[in-house]
């Protein structure tokens, strides 16, 4: 048993999530809105340590009218531990769950960085060797009561996550914008599949203009 995964994110014509300095402000006015409302249906919403690093997000419903418990329990994919002690996602605005790989589970239980999210309330799920292990992470999530998580990437834990079969729909935002880069990151990274044949597929099942950008739906199959 494991979440309902909504993978949700915004990109440009060209497939990149940011540029190749980490610029990444795509969406328009009415695509913000939509994220938050889709914040606001699920119950927890979960990134990447690299989402954490470079962006600081809050991770709450703060574009639309909500109240404090409309924000969704916050996940963090961390295998080694790095989420900073002063990270927005660990204030008091919603729960947090950090996910580390056990490699790093004792040297981190005994750290104060350890005892200071234990004082902010913020719960550690240990699972996997080196990395987290997403599969038991979904089923602890669910355990807790999470029934519909929305993913908001980073392009290597998105990849992750689709490779194991733990996405059900994919909504993305196309700006039409173009801005190239080798080194950009994509809406999906990670190590990729060698032959097409392999390709995770998908199924369109809705689609709309939202100002002036367009708005797809997918069905993973």
Known sequence: MRPYVILNAAMTLDGKIATQTGSSNISGKEDLERVHELRKECDAIMVGIGTVMADDPRLTVHKIDANPEDNPVRVVVDSKC??????????????????????????????????????????????????????????YLHEEGIEKLMLEGGATLNFSMIKAGLIDEIR????????????????????????????????????????????LTYKVI
């Open 82 to 139: 790095r989420t900073p002690i002063d990270a927005r996602i660990t204030n008091g605005d919603a729960h947090t769950v950090i996910a580390c790989a056990n490699e790093y589970k004792e040297e981190f239980k005994s750290s104060e960085k350890f005892e200071a999210f234990k004082e902010k309330g913020v719960k550690v799920f240990f699972s996997g060797d080196k990395r987290v292990d997403l599969s038991a992470l979904m089923s």
């Open 172 to 215: 993305i935002c196309i700006a039409p914008m173009v801005v190239g880069g080798a080194n950009a990151k994509t809406f999906f990274d990670g190590e990729g599949f060698d032959l097409m044949d392999d390709a995770i597929k998908l199924e369109l099942i809705d689609s709309y203009s939202l100002g002036k950008d367009l708005i």
